[in-house]
């Protein structure tokens, strides 16, 4: 279908749905680059030596490094989590990324640990991740913090290599803090496994744009927002809780699905939305509810799944004020993209 005949098919869409497009503004959308992400520090015995050449103790540096990542990773319905290595340390289990909470796990990183006796087993802790990668499906960044030594257990580029392997979508970015060739070389193989990321801890201390650089390489891309591309059924409204389609609304949809029918090369993505009443993680599960409530609907019609994908995005993509019961009902909303 040539650009001119799909536009007519959205504008048919807009009119029996009676839609409103969202507004094309000039500033453009964030779109998340991976589904997970798990922040894994090194806490070994040298990581809370001083750094020879920013005269402060490692660890600090990179509770402070991750402090302010932080402030600077969009909120766009991904998963995370923080796991420690040397030894293997759960601090933050995954969860959809909240600014808020991740600071909190963050700071509970210790400041002062003992140095001597303290080796550090990378390898083991790498293959550690195992079981959490497992349970975790798309596009996961693991974001290994560490000075780079490596001296007791097996070999941590042989493992980051089998994980790759076993998880070709994991993707392990390294921040070093290596003071030595020997052990920066280590990490570069590290990230090398899947043509990942490897960044200097000293670089991202000392300048914000080259932190702000890393956040968009690692976890999000700009793409400017289309006005054709997007419909908001604004005239589907959801009751507070509730993913349930009301019977008022079904021969609105009935129409639409003939025009889908109608028209069986143009896909779209069901996007359901939430206010912000409710946690974040169980907004998420509704929105997902939503979403796929049009999505059985338009399946029952006749529209083929291969058409369709259905996503949900909790409470973090507000058209207008949570504040107001009004703006809250603007929120409980499903939007229709049309692939390209």
């Not at 650009?3 to 497009?21: E, P, R």
């Not at 994991?170 to 490897?198: M, P, W, Y």
Request: with cysteine.
């Amino acid at each position: 279908m040539d650009g001119k005949a799909k536009q007519g098919v959205i504008a048919a869409i807009m009119l029996v749905f009676m839609l409103v497009m969202c507004g094309a503004s000039a500033q453009a959308k964030l779109v998340p680059k991976v589904d997970n992400f798990i922040l894994f520090p090194d806490q070994s015995g040298s990581m809370y030596m001083h750094h020879e050449s920013l005269k402060e103790i490692k660890m600090i540096l990179v509770k402070n490094l991750l402090l302010e990542m932080n402030e600077l990773i969009p909120e766009l319905g991904y998963k995370g989590s923080i796991d420690l290595f040397a030894p293997f340390q759960q601090i933050q289990a995954p969860i959809v990324y909240d600014r808020a909470k991740f600071a909190t796990s963050i700071e509970k990183i210790k400041n002062d640990q003992e140095i001597f006796g303290r080796l550090t087993p990378m390898g083991p802790g790498i293959i550690q991740l195992d079981p959490e990668l497992a349970r975790m499906s798309g596009k996961t960044a693991v974001i290994l913090i560490s000075d780079g030594g490596a001296n007791i257990g097996s070999d941590p580029v042989m493992e980051a290599t089998a994980i790759h392997s076993k998880y070709p979508e994991v993707c392990f970015h390294v921040i070093s803090f290596a003071e030595n060739k020997k052990d920066q070389a280590r990490l570069e193989k590290i990230a090398a496994t899947g043509n990942c990321i490897i960044v200097q801890g000293a670089d991202l201390l000392n300048s914000k744009a080259a932190l702000e650089q890393f956040v968009r390489d690692v976890f999000y891309e700009d793409v400017p927002e289309k006005k054709e591309d997007v419909i908001v059924l604004r005239g589907i409204h959801f009751d507070f809780d509730k993913y349930n389609i009301k019977s008022e609304w079904r021969p609105v949809l009935d129409e639409g699905a003939k025009i889908l029918m109608s028209h069986p090369d143009v896909s779209v993505i069901i996007e359901g939305h939430t206010d912000s009443m409710g946690t974040v993680e169980y907004n998420q599960r509704l929105s997902e509810r939503r979403a796929r409530a049009v999505y059985d609907y338009f399946l029952d019609k006749g529209i083929s799944a291969s058409r369709m994908r259905a996503k949900g995005y909790s409470e973090l993509r507000p058209i207008a004020d949570n504040s107001t019961e009004e703006g809250r009902a603007l929120n409980r909303r499903v939007e229709l993209k049309v692939e390209q």
